[in-house]
């Protein structure tokens, strides 16, 4: 039936990029936790943490074709829509992290977070932890080991350090929990002191507050705290990974890293900002700002222009509206629990973890040797995908499966899930 | 008037994103050609390349609302609309370019190229032209000497070889005309024959057929053509970098590469491609795009949504239907003839140069020394925002009147952008 679009593609498009599903889907409309097939079929979308507050809001689209009638164009005019975006963004973020720069995705956001920081400190070296994504540029696949330590990969070049990722479940089990945060943080300290040692001192230190990539980790509570303490005294300017985290998905905060009580220097912001429209930003502090503002100017063809903007401050209304951060909180709860039941009865499901509506569940073939059952997730999410419900795996041994859906995903929506991955299992 | 506006700005984003004009213009709509402020005076815009089709085209708009009604979801599920774009962008190329990755700005397109033609060559080291501008990412700065030879610069990285700019004015006037594209061949070939004897042999060669921040360059006749043929002889990937000059604002051509009958082995494509909205591509032969494709995906969150590509569907229609190639023609070389009128009346005027609608005005205190009129370049600018005309200076002297407006431009447009300079110059 896609036999003749999958043709098209194949032939127009380079094969380095990928179709979910072995059956691709052919999808046509989106609306709120929803995606249609041109066959009519209806799917629940969990996997899609871009269209943030439900695919095709109306207000969302509405404040787009407003200003889009109007004008659009760059910030080398004045125009208030990105300043009053700038201005929500500060005020929802720790009192020192005031200055924004804003961007066309998630990959310009680290990139210009990288050029802030190695302004700041005069160092290029950076560490990220194991199984990080950060962003499709050059420079960033090179500080992404969930690239490059795959297929068509490389070895880490001179000037990127990775820390072990901080995994409770996967290697620091001998560790009791409660120690298990020092002990991750006592790794971080041995890279970078090991990069010290080697004159390669670190600039930049760039963590996600939960490791999507890596596969949905929920790093010991205080762990990034501690973590950006350490890489500070060390020198480094801590960045907060946000792209996929950010914006209320947590449930209990509206930013990954204050789950963690952690400080960043800059925090990076992408994929739900602009609920699908290519919008990303940065923001730091006045004195990072500052050392970067040395004569050269930064500019940015499509950044910042009055319709992204317009965007990006429907976005942020309809969280704050609709109470998607509290609904993500609840949901985000009602599924975890669910899931934990799952877990008592289905040896399978090795690790359940995560908050608000980004969660992970571990598919384990032994809860001893934690042997990844891959196979086996994908069978899932194959099984889940018949039954119009759309997941997806992640994490080294991609056997993590993902759920992350727009924050207007409901209670029904959840238990629908449930059941899925319930019948799924069992199955 | 604007001091409230400013001051915000100043406290909200960073200060290296700079302003246009001593007395910054707070612009709140656009119509076709024309900008207007918030005391609703109308200015000609004759600067702003990427509101290709005119501000606000409602063409453009309409088809942007309506896709972002239905859906706006990324590549991995199958779409028509990304499929479209690539075949119409396909069939505007040399046949051999038929593989298209689509993206979010001109710095992820080049940042793209690069990880191609590094994968094609297993060579790091990229030719660029002195005085070019190609992206604002870490890597691109370091690709741009427009910006590492300035204020906050810093030396050219080891990897990064710099051949002349082909400036027949400034730099070859004892060269005869007919010799000249020989002789700046002859420069590059030197570049890359030196970098090969460094043992730092090329990878790739980028340029723009009509280099803009070098001081928009128009290279002698075959330049181009030589010098990808000379790169490729030297193993290099040749990228055209059409972010600023494709989609017919040539007049004589589609693409500015073709004007100089030059074949690249990738093009580069921003900017006009969605007239505004951040869209932007990249597209190579089937061999590049299989050497790339080595089992790491290549993802890219918005790059190729269905919204973006609706917009570049809708740009092309525009293009097409309205004959804005053939308006830039004529435009163009109505302007073109009237400076050079100016120029004979004018010994300021050093030299006028460029096709279509893209465009450069040189000005010097001395026809023979060439010493830069930068701040006689910088009052008339300033003299013409005065009089409602939006103009910009650049190059290394900053001192080259840039003169490219939507391709919607008219012969009144012209006329008037005439007189203002003729006056300004007068004056």
Redesign the interface.
């Given at each position: 039936m896609?036999s003749k679009?999958?043709d098209?593609?194949e032939?127009?498009?380079?094969?380095?990029?990928?179709?979910?599903y072995s059956e691709?889907?052919?999808?046509?409309?989106?609306e709120g936790t929803y995606?249609f097939d041109v066959e009519g079929r209806r799917y629940l979308d969990c996997v899609?943490n871009?269209?943030h507050v439900g695919?095709?809001h109306?207000r969302v689209?509405r404040a787009?074709?407003e200003q889009?009638?109007?004008?659009?164009?760059?910030?080398?005019?004045?125009?208030?829509t990105?300043?009053n975006l700038?201005?929500r963004l500060?005020g929802k973020l720790p009192d020192h992290l005031?200055?924004?720069?804003f961007?066309?995705?998630?990959?310009?956001a680290n990139?210009?977070a990288?050029?802030l920081a190695?302004s700041a400190t005069d160092r290029r070296d950076v560490c990220v932890l194991e199984g990080a994504y950060h962003g499709?540029?050059?420079?960033l696949?090179e500080l992404s080991p969930h690239?490059f330590r795959?297929?068509?990969?490389f070895p880490a070049p001179d000037h990127v350090h990775v820390a072990p990722v901080p995994d409770g479940y996967r290697t620091a089990r001998e560790v009791p929990p409660p120690s298990r945060a020092a002990h991750f943080v006592d790794l971080l300290e041995t890279t970078l002191s090991q990069a010290a040692a080697r004159k390669r001192p670190i600039g930049t230190f760039l963590a996600e507050a939960m490791p999507g990539c890596a596969g949905q980790i929920d790093p010991p509570a205080g762990y990034l705290q501690q973590a950006f303490q350490v890489a500070r005294a060390a020198g480094a300017v801590a960045v907060a990974d946000e792209v996929q985290t950010g914006f209320g998905r947590m449930g209990s905060h509206f930013w990954a890293f204050e789950r963690q009580g952690a400080v960043p220097d800059v925090v990076t912001l992408?994929?739900p900002i602009g609920?699908?429209?290519?919008?990303a930003a940065v923001v730091?502090t006045r004195a990072i700002?500052?050392a970067?503002?040395?004569?050269?100017?930064?500019?940015?063809?499509?950044?910042?222009?009055p319709?992204?903007c317009a965007v990006g401050l429907a976005v942020l209304d309809v969280i704050e509206e609709e109470g998607l951060q509290e609904k993500a909180l609840a949901t985000g709860e009602f599924l975890l629990a669910g899931l934990r039941s799952l877990q008592r009865r289905f040896e399978i499901l090795g690790d359940v973890r995560g908050a608000g509506l980004f969660l992970g569940a571990e598919l384990v073939r032994d809860r001893e040797t934690l042997e990844p059952a891959d196979s086996e997730a994908q069978r899932l999410v194959e099984y889940a995908v018949q039954r119009g419900v759309l997941l997806s795996t992640d994490g080294p041994g991609r056997n993590v499966i993902k759920i992350k859906p727009p924050l207007v995903f409901s209670q029904a929506d959840a238990e629908r899930l449930l059941e899925t991955i319930e019948a799924g299992l069992a199955g």
């Open positions: 896609n679009i999958i098209r593609r032939h127009l498009l380079g094969g380095s990029l990928s179709l979910s691709p889907l052919h999808i046509v409309r989106g995606l899609n871009v269209c695919h095709c109306p689209v787009a074709h889009m009638q109007r004008l659009n164009t760059n910030t080398r005019y004045l125009h208030e990105v300043l700038a201005e500060s005031n200055v924004s720069f961007v066309c995705s998630g990959s310009e990139e210009l990288l050029r190695r499709s540029t050059g420079t696949i690239k795959g297929t068509g990969g992408g994929k609920n699908g429209h290519p919008l730091t700002a500052e970067f503002d040395n004569g050269m100017e930064y500019f940015n063809t499509f950044g910042g222009n319709v992204s």
